[in-house]
């Protein structure tokens, strides 16, 4: 996956600095758009964090009052634990199915290319379309699909999202049926750049078939899991949709997310920008430690700035 | 602001008791208003209506009057076209009264979220429609205008009850808005359903339950007999507790056990732990996990989706109130004679109704000029406590709307004091009555004759109160190992620091 | 040792497993093993889609009261209905114009700002390079509250305006031209900078004829993105004419303003369209799932 810039850029001539000027220029209507909807708003989250609003405006500055009642509510510990166990989870499920389908699909020859394109529509989906759907699935009614399924097999009636212990997996799930299809691209994508030799080479080294998995393809696949499980992690931890549309963080907060609580805080009826934007500054906080292993483990592979 | 809260409480119930016999409206519950579901609104449509909607009061009014409103109580672009059709034939009057008005229609399902991105915006519609819960956050957070002179125009002022200038009002006593209409809770019945179990008496009325034990027992006949849920419930978002408060004062959580009450230091307390509570929500758990009766989707069912479930038969009974008989009815096609609503049943402490309503509210930018036109317009709409000849066209159209999707035409629950007013909306209400009253007449007649008492929602902090007592719901109907008094317990402490810190108390 | 002259398969294995594996008994069964994992995979993808294509086919009776999968009758004007009854035709064409515009707005903006990091590489470049791969991984959804504050106050709301821009400030997209950009050969650039062109100028005459494969993916990304935002255009669109068909689904969803076979229905017509375009553009958007999906 390496990949060598071919290009280094000639800085001679005497325009220089109006040829840094013109680039900068060129650059600059799209670094505004950043610094509006991504890199200000986050900045001034930080600011509204410490105050209290009224309309949109800020009110009063309440220093680290938003703060402490976030904390001192266990609505936020509740949150903070159901995130936790989404991230768990979507590690057990979401990051080991996608490597799976990867391995199977890899395997075969025939029909490869429908089973990698089956697997990947859901993932072209809107997932708030993706969610609404699941409802279906997952109602404990009889006529919910899942229950209807079960009855051929003679199977009562279940609940789904109503149990507390089984929302948050259930939710993952939905997540996993999603998006699993296009990680495993990137694994069999990955698992293609294995060299063939190696395998032939293993192979006259009297490696059988678990051992070329386990010396071969297993560290290609940790190598590239290492990554794609930073970003999950990171992706998981921002759940929001999937509560939000499905249990409104129930049953009894069972499925509360910190970016619901979030969303909550300034559009759930309080109009609590401060306390929100005050939440949104904790969850970047966590994001960020992410986002630093992220960038830890992933400068040994790439290194972006050539 | 806490005045105002209370105030409203007990204005509701003195005005709804005071007028003591409903309406057919729309109103609407925590978080959402039907008002906009294209099932019911029964405020707007028609269908003989344009035709005699035109040739009415067309004469100029004032023709300086000159400004344009966007009128968010339009219909909604899925609504029927000939409700539009009379929407428009209300705007076609109101320009032959003030030629220069413009009406802009501007649809508005009015939710808070959106609302607050709408007025700081700029572009809230001149008019809407919120539940009662909000007015207090609007006018508090200077989200809606101040349009008492536009009032004090059409002397609408006078005509107000106390209660509604309390919710209404700042602390100045300047009006904000202007009440639609309201609603007292009681019990939906799916009829087919009474039937097959063998719960009808002879002369067609169906056996139903008076109290909440007997609502138990019934509901258990029901699930034996015909396999279906006996009572729906949305335990979900801020629905749950919202049910649960009012099965609570039915149980005895009023007065000196009441929810919410402010100490001897006007600290507010928050009383979750009595024994009233504690029953009540033992008797949730009992439904569930006891007598088995509810629905199996409760804790994802909101107040619409109970509706459905009713109306399509999946369940025989719904708590709900006399602004939602359109839902399962038209909404989601039980035939009206199929259909009952009775009184809420009484619990062992006495028979407590919750009752709420819509509010009309305005553009924070809005004009006195802007205001009296959409007055204007809910005038000729019959809207408001003024009987004129296209007011009572305006009420027929809506009727006859309404009789026509196949809703349940009954009598009003007025928001205005205004005798002759009441007294048209009646008289139109029989007229095109599509219903056996006998399926009605003990719900009527249980608020005129003062045999239920009617209460408003519990005051501080309303939706967040109720979305923190819905987890104590939840948790005994997920959970049958639960404690009702733990998990009240639970809910108690946290909104109580909650409320705490909320007011600095 | 396997045999090179043995004549070659139509499909040469490229897995673990070698051709000269497949003649063991054990490896034959593992194999058919996994074309069954394989066909049970694509079944579970695949089955919810059907599964709400067929179910748009019933009544809200039968959808509420009858526990089978399929519908009854394939009754077509139970889609032509809510189609026109609910008005879906408005929302798919206001999802029109914010998918144009947004479209618009990705490839302009984006390439420009990866043209200049990529090839141009003024003095201080890296600064904004790190802050774009930093908010690759934070993306705006925390800040939503502070954005959309700004919007208001801005007095941008109730329009796509802020909708298209938003596309237009994509870390993602940059990344992916940045990485195009990069592996062109330095000499032709070089080549135009001595015959006197301007930056902007060897942008559009040698960077673009150039790009167009980079500019189809990121296009068919920022359709599909744009189509099935909700967050941001639930806040900026509700309650006006401009509402798109995923704000309406959501409104349809939390209002509850429909009944649920409505709603099933709502959520195929939100499905169909990149459905098609993934079945147009299949090809491009597997193969750069894989060359995006690493680095970003």
Redesign the interface.
């Known amino acids: 996956m390496e990949r060598t810039v071919t290009y280094r850029q000639s800085r001679r001539g005497g325009g220089k600095l109006t040829q840094h000027l013109s680039s900068w220029l060129i650059m600059l209507p799209s670094i505004l758009l950043f610094a509006f909807f991504l890199w200000g708003p986050l900045a001034q989250g930080i600011v509204m964090s410490f105050f209290t609003t009224r309309n949109v405006s800020l009110d009063k500055f309440v220093g680290i009052g938003n703060y402490a009642s976030i904390f001192k509510s266990q609505e936020f510990w509740q949150a903070f634990g159901n995130t936790v166990m989404y991230t768990v989870w979507s590690l057990v499920i979401g990051f080991l199915v996608p490597i799976a389908m990867a391995l199977v699909i890899g395997e075969t020859t025939r029909g490869k290319g429908f089973f990698r394109t089956a697997s990947y529509v859901p993932n072209v989906l809107p997932g708030l379309a993706a969610i609404i759907l699941y409802t279906a699935f997952f109602s404990a009614e009889e006529t919910g699909v899942f229950n209807i399924i079960l009855k051929w097999f003679g199977v009562e009636r279940q609940s789904y999202l109503t149990e507390m212990g089984l929302v948050i997996p259930l939710i993952v799930i939905i997540s996993t049926w999603k998006g699993a299809g296009a990680t495993a691209l990137i694994y069999m994508a990955g698992l293609s750049g294995i060299n063939p030799e190696l395998y032939e080479a293993a192979t006259i080294d009297g490696a059988g078939i678990w051992k070329r998995v386990r010396h071969i393809t297993m560290p290609a696949i940790f190598n590239l899991g290492s990554t794609l499980m930073i970003l999950q992690i990171i992706t998981v931890f921002q759940i929001l949709y999937e509560p939000m549309v499905l249990t409104k963080g129930g049953p009894d907060n069972a499925s509360l997310s910190l970016m619901y609580l979030m969303w909550r805080y300034a559009f759930g009826g309080r109009i609590e920008f401060g306390k929100a934007a005050a939440a949104g500054v904790i969850i970047s906080l966590i994001l960020l430690l992410f986002t630093l292993l992220y960038t830890r483990v992933n400068r040994r592979k790439n290194d972006w700035e050539g | 602001m806490k005045t105002r809260l209370l105030a409203l409480a007990a204005a509701l119930s003195i005005l709804l008791a005071a007028c003591a016999s409903p309406s057919a409206t729309t109103g609407n519950v925590p ?3 039907p008002a ?3 099932s019911p609104s029964p405020a707007t449509p028609p269908v003989e209506a344009p035709s005699e909607l035109l040739e009415v009061d067309s004469e100029v009014i004032d023709a300086d009057l000159t400004c344009t409103i966007t009128a968010g109580n339009y219909p ?3 609504a029927p076209e000939a409700e539009i059709a009379v929407f428009d034939g209300y705007i076609d009057i109101l320009k032959k009264q003030y030629p220069n008005v413009t009406v802009i229609p501007d649809y ?2 009015y ?4 609302y ?8 809230a519609p001149t008019i809407f429609q919120p539940p009662f819960t909000d007015p207090p ?1 609007l006018i508090d ?3 809606v205008a101040d349009v008492h002179d536009a009032l004090e125009q059409f002397e609408l002022v006078d005509k107000f009850s106390e209660s509604f200038i309390d919710m209404l009002s700042d602390d100045n006593g300047r009006l904000y808005g202007l009440p639609r209409d309201g609603y007292v809770m009681g019990l939906h019945l799916n009829l087919n359903l009474f039937e097959e179990a063998g719960l009808m008496n002879e002369d067609g009325t169906p056996m139903y339950p008076k109290t909440l034990q007997e609502l138990a027992e019934t509901g258990k006949i029901i699930k034996e007999k015909t396999g279906k849920a006996g009572l729906v419930f949305p ?4 629905f749950g507790g919202w049910m649960f408060t009012c099965l609570a004062w039915n149980f005895g959580a009023v007065g000196e056990n009441a929810m919410q009450y402010q100490d001897e230091n006007g600290k507010w307390i928050i009383n979750l732990t009595s024994d009233a509570c504690v029953q009540a929500l033992a008797y949730v758990k009992s439904l569930k996990w006891e007598y088995d009766i509810l ?6 069912s ?4 109970c509706h ?2 009713l109306g ?3 369940a025989a009974m719904n708590f709900a109130a006399n602004d939602a008989v359109s839902n399962p009815t038209a ?3 039980l035939a009206v004679d199929k259909f009952a609503m009775v009184p809420y049943p009484a619990g062992p402490a006495g028979a407590y109704a919750l009752t709420g309503g819509t509010a009309y509210m305005f553009a924070p930018d809005t004009t006195t000029d802007q205001a009296v036109a959409a007055l204007a317009l809910l005038k000729i709409n019959g809207l408001l406590p003024f009987v004129t000849e296209s007011t009572e066209a305006g009420m027929r159209a809506a009727q006859a709307a309404l009789r026509d999707r196949g809703g349940p035409v009954l009598p009003p629950v007025p928001a205005w004091d205004d005798e002759e007013f009441v007294a048209k909306q009646r008289e139109i209400s029989e007229e095109y009555s599509n219903v056996d009253m006998r399926l009605y007449n003990d719900y009527f007649n249980s608020l005129a004759d003062g045999s239920i008492t009617l209460k408003g929602e519990e005051p501080m ?1 309303t ?2 109160f109720y979305r923190e007592i ?3 719901v ?2 005994v ?3 049958e190992d639960r404690d009702p008094l733990a998990a009240l317990q ?1 809910a108690q ?2 909104f109580q ?2 409320i705490d ?1 909320q007011l600095g108390q | 040792m396997w045999d090179l002259n043995k004549p070659r398969k139509a499909i040469l294995r490229t897995g673990v497993i070698r051709d000269f594996d497949t003649h063991a008994i054990g490896v034959k069964t593992g194999l058919v093993i996994i074309y069954i994992v394989c066909a049970l995979i694509a079944f579970v993808s695949l089955f919810p889609i059907l599964w709400v294509f067929f179910a748009g086919f019933k009544s809200l009776q039968e959808f509420v009261s009858s526990p089978t999968l399929l519908p009854q009758a394939l009754d077509l004007s139970q889609y032509t209905n809510t189609w026109s009854q609910l008005k879906i035709y408005n929302n798919y064409l206001n999802s029109v114009y914010h998918v144009a515009g947004s479209v618009v707005c990705a490839l302009v903006f984006n390439g420009l700002l990866a043209y200049g990091l990529a090839i141009l590489k003024p003095k201080g470049y890296k600064i904004v390079s790190s802050l774009v791969m930093f908010s690759l991984l934070m993306p705006a959804t925390i800040s939503i509250v502070p954005l959309f504050i700004n919007i208001q106050n801005l007095h941008m709301g109730r329009f796509f305006t802020p909708l298209w821009l938003a596309s237009g400030a994509s870390a993602f997209y940059v990344v992916l031209f940045r990485q195009f950009f990069e592996s062109f050969p330095g000499s032709i650039i070089e080549a135009s900078r001595i015959d006197g062109c301007t930056s902007l100028q060897t942008f559009r005459r040698i960077v673009l004829p150039l790009s167009k494969p980079i500019c189809v993916v990121v296009a068919i990304y920022a359709v599909n993105g744009a189509w099935s935002d909700f967050l941001l255009p639930y806040l900026v669109l509700d309650g006006t004419v401009w509402e798109t068909v995923m704000v309406r689904l959501y409104s349809f969803s939390s209002q509850q303003t429909v009944n649920a076979d409505d709603l099933m229905r709502a959520v195929v017509f939100a499905m169909i369209p990149p459905i098609l375009l993934f079945f147009l553009f299949q090809k491009k958007l597997t193969e750069n799932v894989v060359v995006s999906g690493i680095k970003g």
């Open positions: 978080g959402s208003d906009n579901d294209p909604a672009d899925t508005y399902h939710t808070l979220d959106t607050i991105s709408r007025a700081v915006g700029g572009s956050i957070q200077g989200l335990a979900s978002d801020s629905n199996a989707d409760t804790t994802t909101t107040w619409a989706s459905t479930t399509t038969g999946e909404g989601a096609g902090l939706q967040d819905t987890r104590a939840q948790a109907i997920v959970r639970s402490d946290n620091a909650y810190d």
